[in-house]
């Protein structure tokens, strides 16, 4: 599986921005896709993530309310909409996949597949 990420830019605190991940290749084995983030000196970590036929989906608590995945499986895309953006959002976003499902929390090692990062500045 292949994964294009695009969307990333600077925005400034409370504004919005809608990250784009596509799929090619063997989509199938694109179960679950998510989002994780990693800014400089921390840990990659889960932002959200969408199961199979977009009826299961799960979000880090800290973006809960304000971030929102969504699946396109007829164009094997997965979109995660960012509102109300902090200065602590800022990180490069990859996006991910995963042939199997998920429940519960997400980890980057539940992932095999990764797209390139894009990257999203919040200003203050």
Known sequence: VQLQASGGGLVRAGGSLRLSCAASGRT???????????????EREFVAYISGNSDNTNYHDSVKGRFAISGDNA???VSLQMNSLKPED??????????????????????????????VTVSS
């Open 90 to 119: 800022t990180a490069v976003y990859y996006c991910a996949a995963s042939r199997w499902p998920i429940s519960g929390w997400a980890h980057a090692r539940d992932f095999l597949y990764w797209g390139q990062g894009t990257l």
């Open 75 to 77: 164009r094997n895309t």
């Open 28 to 42: 199938d084995d694109a179960y679950t896709m998510g989002w994780f983030r990693q800014s400089p000196g921390k």
